[in-house]
């Protein structure tokens, strides 16, 4: 009796920790194929002129984001709901995309347990780059900031040509993490560009 007891309690606890993993699992599935499905809408659109802000849905695929020192790249969907960040990074309806006409303040957040968890490994000077509507946009980062939930300050409009990454904080923190990473970005001219494309190149030994 004990030994039938034993074996039923570890066959339940088995059941519960496969139970347990069924949610993650779920999300990861949800956020692969739209990431696929966003890159797949990207490639399809690449001669189309770029949206206009008033014209740009909510959840729809707006262009790429790599941070290729720590290995993010992403799709970027339009919006940030919950619908919206559990696809990939979202950005900020309202604030600017590259291609929109003037400089301006561009905002992307994402979730620190997925797409942007490779931010853990981000630090100033890293390269950034946003690609859209056929258009290339690169960025370097600049500051780097921890803030309040409530601190919207820190994702106000910036001037110049910006980029302001936002995601939740403490990276590892169990629950709802009670802090925003924050970190902002400045577009390199085209001088700039061709430096960093040079050191690239030199780094793989093709100069």
């Known amino acids: 009796m004990r030994a039938w007891y034993l074996r039923s309690l570890g066959d339940l606890l088995i059941l519960a920790g496969a139970l347990l993993l069924v949610p993650p ?28 802000r008033a014209a740009r849905r909510e959840g729809e695929p707006l262009g790429r984001l790599t941070l290729s020192r720590v290995g993010l790249d992403a799709v970027v969907f339009e919006g940030t709901s919950d619908e919206t960040l559990r696809k990939g990074p979202g950005h900020l309806r309202g604030t600017g995309w590259p291609g929109d006409g003037a400089p301006s303040s561009c905002v992307i957040s994402a979730h620190r347990d997925t797409f942007f968890r490779r931010l853990e490994g981000a630090r100033a000077g890293d390269v950034v780059t946003l690609h859209g509507g056929g258009l290339a946009a690169t960025y370097r980062l600049e500051s780097r900031r921890v803030v309040k939930p409530d601190d919207l300050g820190a994702i106000s409009p910036l001037p110049g040509d910006r980029l302001t990454l936002v995601t939740c904080y ?38």
Do not use: N
């Open 25 to 52: 699992a779920m999300h990861w599935w949800i956020a692969a194929r739209a990431q696929e499905h966003g890159a797949a809408a990207l490639v399809a659109k690449t001669d189309a002129p770029p949206a206009t």
């Open 170 to 207: 403490p990276f590892h923190f169990l629950g709802p993490a009670p802090y925003r990473l924050v970190w902002t970005a400045r577009r390199v001219d085209a001088v700039a560009q061709r430096e960093i494309r040079s050191s690239k190149l030199e780094a793989r030994g093709l100069r």
